[in-house]
């Protein structure tokens, strides 16, 4: 059978039983902020497990796409080495909501194994938990498996949970066993290749409280799980997942791409390693991931390298994981139809992802090379003569850089392949690992993920110095978290505790920011801060009941304002939280007495909230832009919020066009004008907000109540802010900037409001100074032109010179003619001038060649204008017709034009007989 009729004779089956078929969910859970990737087909029917909420049906059967690449789950490691490990796969489920059991799902799991697909019953086994006696008596009395392979086991091996508490209960799994000694119970849950799981029966029965005592739960589920790609396998009798025809179509695409055969069990590694990775990738940003450097997108990331480094092994150096998107749709589009329809979206992304990491990939490999040899020179006796040994499988280049860095060693070149089985006992010192500096500097300099380097390690036979690795990634995520300390550090403030305070009640400060400004309140808490070494000076710092000051959070920058005491204002200058108390810095330059008790007005600067509050809003509006213009890969990456301008990080893979700009400024803009009033739901629960549809994303932390901003159905996201309260108040928001900050992550800067208007006025003046400057230009450009001009001019009236050298003569009149180079006319007409003046008794013909044209000038010098009754608007008209032209003019100077360049020296030739015809 083909994968295509074993999947669809699974959901036919369970037809057959009254299930509905249901879609997979995606791969990117997004209403799951707890879930990195969909890793089981229960995922979907969380709510239902959870008692939280339900479905129209109460039997349901999918395939559904997983992803398993961290946790418990982290099958990454094995990939490719084995013949069943994936990061993707398809998981074939049945369930039952409350409905039918044990006997129903043990029944029909061996009809459709024996019956249906009819495997071998011999070589069938099955595992209940140790204690379930029902589910051991059901396997004898509702199928005819042999009694012996029924086995019992465990909670390791028979007993699912979701989590530390919750739904939870046993499992029966059912093995098949492909060996010869298929009668041997030891092979069961022992991690014999030739003997593996196919199905997993789970009965949640129990609901586990925070004591960790089991309750019986009044519904009882059920929830099944068989791996697609294996009983693939198993029906096609193939020994490798990689030999079905899930894989088939696309190891042939790497074959065709690298031009090497799948046969060495050297290329088979890389080529089952690439195509793994590249149904992973496809899937993943099919439904809305991208590459990244955080959460999910990281390991997109790490995946993607992964891929494009054993693509090394096969000689594959330009980017071509995304030329294997389009085997993947031609082969699995139809069963899910988003992989086709985002095809060309995800093709861009990976070849994007691709030619970035190219442009390190080679310099990171040479890099690791050399400290891969380091390392083992380090490692190795310096008393013996050195036999390479090929366990560690270095390349004949990589031996020669070993060769040339080990000094005082005598090395036996004779067979560098030679293989010495006493080599690691005799001249290694122990294990050989790459020390953890070189570890990090191909992490953050190459972008080399630690468990690539891991691998080209363990290719090699070494090891890496993982947890060195770690403490010094550790290490420089504090120097970022010092950098980043709060700004109370400019006042050697530091406040960890409240213990220094004098404080009056322990309440917590309630926050009145979202609904006023002003705010009258009691302080409850009071500390005085001097300045180090005894400077005078220092600050004040308040606690008070209540505040209508916000606290940075989430982007959003501190408010500021005043605490105004009887009459007096005092400036707030900063604000922080402790222990869910604001603590608010005063500039007390005056040294009003305060104490704990006293009440006074806590006053926000309103002009600089308003502003705040609208690029805040604008933020939530751009966000929704992107995602509509660009995609729903698209979230927020980081932010700044404050009064004069926002900053918006977001994921995204490539830069952003300027025509997309305008689309999404165009949109947000758009949506503004509707007046969209605010519907701001406060501390409301977290399935209630997730109900709504509200935006949230992996990573990020929600508590049991949290608060959802909602401007119509255009905008609907968790945040804490301060916002407008209707859409029209921001004005117009416009991009001022898009840059990029990271790989895969671009920023926006954008201006709202009062911004606006600096923008337009800031630009207005650009305008007007650029005026100014154009006009200096201009001038100077004029000056410069007329120097340059003069200065051609001047070189050209050097060809008078050579003019005036060569008379011809004609009863007594001497005639000055020639071909001369100009620019214009005007040139042309001043060395008519500059010849004139420089004769006398004479006359003068230049010819030149302008735009493909004849110009030609001919001047009288006064005497024979009086004296012979010569005309230089006769002449030149005359020598016109000669090139098929005409013209004319005064008797001292004349011009004319003519089309026959060619005929040029034809006229020359014939202008001692011009003038002698008006003599």
């Given at each position: ?398 031996w020669e850089i070993i060769i040339n860095q080990m000094n005082g060693v005598t090395i036996d070149k004779t067979n560098l392949k030679e293989i010495d089985k006493e080599f690691l006992n005799k001249y290694v010192k122990g294990s050989v690992i790459i020390p953890k500096e070189d570890v990090f500097k191909l992490h953050d300099t190459y972008g080399f993920p630690v468990d690539l380097t891991n691998v080209m390690a363990r290719e090699k036979g070494f090891f890496i110095d993982e947890d060195g690795f770690n ?368 004769t006398k008794g004479s006359v003068g013909v230049l010819f030149s060649v302008l735009d493909n044209k004849v110009v030609i000038v001919c001047v009288v010098t006064d005497d024979l204008i009086k004296e012979r009754k010569l005309s230089a608007g006769k002449i030149v008209g005359e020598l016109a017709k000669l090139v098929d032209g005409g013209g004319g003019g005064r008797p001292h ?27």
């Open positions: 059978m083909t994968s295509r009729e074993i999947r669809q004779q699974f959901l036919d089956f369970f037809k057959s039983k009254n299930h509905r078929i249901v879609p997979s969910s995606p791969v990117v859970p997004f209403d799951d902020p707890t879930l990195l990737f969909t890793n089981a087909g229960m995922n979907q029917f969380k709510d239902v497990f959870l008692g939280t909420g339900t479905r129209e049906y109460t039997r349901a059967a999918d395939t559904q796409k997983c992803i398993r690449v961290s946790g418990k789950h982290n099958d990454l490691e094995e990939v490719g080495y084995d013949t069943y490990h994936h990061t993707f796969f398809e998981m074939l489920g049945n369930w039952s909501f409350g409905d039918y059991y044990k006997a129903e799902a043990i029944e029909w799991g061996w009809e459709l194994l024996t019956k249906v697909w009819k495997l071998p019953k011999e070589r069938l086994w099955a595992t209940v938990f140790r204690t379930d006696n029902e589910a051991f008596e059901l396997w004898k009395t509702k199928t005819d498996i042999n009694p012996e392979h029924i086995l019992r086991f465990d909670e390791k091996d028979n007993f699912w949970e979701m989590g530390e508490t919750g739904p939870c209960g046993p499992c029966s799994e059912i093995h098949i066993n492909l060996s010869d000694d298929f009668n041997n119970p030891k092979f069961v849950n022992a991690g014999v290749p030739e003997c593996m799981e196919i199905w997993n029966l789970v009965f949640i029965q129990y609901n586990r409280d925070e004591k960790g005592k089991l309750h019986e739960l009044p519904a009882k589920h059920v929830d099944t799980g068989m791996g697609f790609e294996r009983v693939c396998a198993i029906l096609q009798k193939k020994n490798s997942n990689y030999d079905t025809d899930v894989f088939t179509h696309l190891i042939n695409g790497i074959v065709k791409l690298s031009n090497i055969k799948y046969a060495a069990e050297e290329d088979k590694i890389p080529m089952r390693v690439i195509a793994d990775h590249a149904r992973a990738l496809t899937f993943a940003i099919a439904d809305g991931a991208v590459p990244g450097n955080e959460g999910r997108g990281y390991v997109l990331r790490r995946i993607l390298r992964r891929a494009a480094r054993y693509g090394r092994k096969l000689n594959l150096h330009k980017p071509f994981i995304y030329e294997l998107v389009d085997v993947l749709v031609k082969t699995m589009g139809d069963v899910f139809p988003e992989i086709k329809e985002k095809q060309a979206f995800v093709e861009k992304v990976i070849k994007a992802e691709e030619e970035s990491f190219n442009a390190t990939l080679d310099r990171g490999i040479e890099e690791f090379n050399q400290s891969a040899a380091t390392s083992l020179v380090n490692a190795i006796s310096r008393d013996t003569v050195f036999t390479p040994f090929a366990t560690y499988r270095f390349e004949q280049q990589d403490k010094l990634m550790e290490e420089q995520r504090q120097k970022g978290r010092e950098a980043a300390k709060d700004k109370f550090t400019s006042v050697n403030i530091v406040l960890n505790d409240l213990s220094s305070f004098e404080i009056s009640d322990s309440a917590r400060t309630e926050f009145t920011g979202y609904e006023e400004l002003k705010s009258e309140a009691k302080i409850i808490g009071y500390k005085r801060e001097n300045l180090p070494d005894g400077k005078a000076g220092g600050n004040d710092l308040v606690i008070l009941n209540k505040t209508p000051f916000y606290v940075e959070a989430g982007g959003q920058i501190d408010d500021l304002g005043y605490l105004i005491l009887e009459t007096t204002p005092l400036n707030v200058v900063d604000v922080t939280k402790v222990d869910n108390k604001t603590v608010h810095v005063l500039e007390n330059e005056k040294n009003k007495p305060l104490a704990a008790g006293k009440k006074v007005l806590a006053q926000v600067d309103e002009k600089r909230r308003w502003d705040i509050m609208r690029n805040h809003t604008a933020t939530h509006f751009l966000h929704a832009a992107l995602r509509n213009i660009l995609g729903t890969h698209v979230h927020q990456a980081g932010s700044y919020v404050g009064p004069d301008r926002l900053r918006f990080d977001f994921t995204h893979f490539s830069k952003v066009e300027e025509t997309q700009l305008k689309e999404i400024e165009s949109l947000v803009n758009e949506e503004l004008r509707k007046n969209y009033e605010l519907q701001h739901h406060r501390n409301i629960p977290f399935d209630e907000a997730k109900k709504m549809g509200a935006l949230m994303f992996f990573g990020d932390k929600y508590g049991d109540k949290v608060n959802v901003v909602q401007f119509g159905e255009f905008t609907k996201e968790f945040c804490g802010g301060t916002h407008v309260k209707n859409s029209s108040q921001i004005g117009l928001l416009k991009i001022i900037s898009e840059s990029s900050t990271a790989s895969g992550v671009r920023r926006i800067e954008a201006v709202t409001g009062s911004g606006v208007e600096r923008f337009i006025e800031s630009q207005f003046e650009h305008l007007r100074s650029s005026d100014e400057k154009i006009a200096e230009l201009l001038d100077e450009k004029k000056k410069l032109e007329k120097a340059l001009s003069g200065w051609k001019l001047e070189e050209k009236k050097e060809q008078i010179s050579t003019v005036l050298k060569n008379p011809k003569e004609v009863n007594g009149i001497k005639i000055y003619k020639a071909q001369v180079s100009a620019e214009n006319n005007d040139e042309i007409k001043s060395l008519g001038d500059e010849l004139r003046e420089k100077l004349a011009t004319a034009g003519g089309k026959d360049v060619s005929k040029i020296p034809l006229a020359l030739s014939e202008v001692e007989k011009v003038v002698s015809k008006f003599l």
